[in-house]
């Protein structure tokens, strides 16, 4: 990603984070980040792209960050759903979080034609995916069934503890998705 690039997403995911998508608008983005419109519109040629782009930006780090903290742990044993649900409670309760960006995104583009609630849908069912793909590696014989239970769950506890911060919604999911984890082993 070239620097200008970067500087874009970033200026538009602070604003989408603390104003909304929809009232972080084109002009918004450009003058909080010092950017030239034609240089935004070189980059994204419509709001939808750049909204796209802050959605993959955002699933991409979630991804390197999951990975980086996984990697220690044996692959083919429950150890890594059980290291997976600690990852998801600590994630979901830190200052920084903000909600599930694809949640956000497809609130504020409910038309399920709209191409960011779209693209918000094949991001939870990639999320989703992600966690039947480690469930099978573990081992898990209904990967797909228990990685949709624990997607279930774990959205549940994100949009729980962005509405309600601290309230222990992350601890009671970790605990929950646990007990799934070892019924499935």
């Not at 960011?116 to 990967?143: C, M, P, R, T, W």
Request: charged share 25%; with cysteine; proline share 4%.
């Amino acid at each position: 990603m070239t620097k200008m690039r970067e500087k874009i997403v970033a200026t538009a995911t602070q604003l989408f984070e603390t104003r909304g998508i929809n009232a972080s608008g084109i002009d918004l983005i450009i003058s909080e980040g010092g950017i030239a419109k034609a240089t935004l519109y070189k980059y994204f040629p419509s709001k939808n792209q750049l909204v796209i782009a802050y959605l993959r930006e955002k699933s991409d780090r979630f991804y390197a960050w999951m990975e980086k903290n996984l990697s220690s742990k044996k692959k083919d044993s429950l150890e890594v759903l059980l290291a997976l649900c600690d990852l998801f409670e600590l994630w979901i309760t830190t200052p920084d979080f903000h909600g599930l960006p694809f949640h956000i995104a497809s609130v504020e583009f409910p038309d399920p034609s709209h191409p960011v609630n779209h693209y918000s849908a094949e991001l939870s069912k990639e999320l989703q995916i992600y966690f039947s793909k480690i469930a099978k590696a573990a081992g898990i014989k209904d990967s797909d069934t228990l990685g949709q239970q624990l997607m279930i769950i774990f959205e549940g506890a994100a949009l729980v503890e962005r509405l309600s911060p601290g309230t222990g919604a992350a601890l009671r999911a970790k605990k929950a998705a646990a007990t799934l984890i070892i019924a499935s082993a």
